[in-house]
């Protein structure tokens, strides 16, 4: 609550109130008022420049779209040109993975059951 000096108690109100009023930080409302303002113009003018220039930004925009668009358009084409050899190159891994592992199979149950291939191919009956 309040700070303690020599174990009396001190009122933060009545201290805030001792020191006085806050010194100013910043311009005041008459600084405000007393600007200088431009004139109608000086308005217009400003705001000739800001439509002029909104309208060269929307302009870049607008190309740096269509460059976008033709750019996605060719990554479109080359990825639906080659989806179909794609489609392909998947089955011809998928049927060759399907033998390797008919292939390790076998392997596996002739070793699961002691017979070493080794001795099969040495004694000439493979």
């Excluded at 007393?34 to 004139?39: E, I, L, M, Q």
């Excluded at 740096?64 to 998947?90: P, Y």
Aim: aromatic share 8%.
């Amino acid at each position: 609550m309040g700070q303690q000096n020599n174990g009396a108690y001190m009122n933060p109100i009545a201290m805030a109130r001792a020191r006085g009023p806050a010194p100013n930080s910043g311009p005041t409302i008459q600084d405000y008022l007393n600007r200088p303002r431009p004139t109608w113009e000086e308005v217009k003018e400003q705001l000739e420049k800001k439509k002029k220039g909104s309208r060269a930004l929307a302009e870049f925009e607008e190309k740096m779209n269509e460059n976008w668009r033709k750019e996605l358009e060719k990554h479109r084409e080359k990825l639906l040109g080659g989806s179909e050899s794609s489609s392909k190159k998947k089955e011809k891994k998928k049927k060759e993975k399907k033998k390797s592992s008919r292939v390790s199979k076998v392997f596996s149950f002739l070793n699961f059951f002691g017979f070493r291939l080794v001795s099969l191919c040495h004694s000439g009956s493979l």
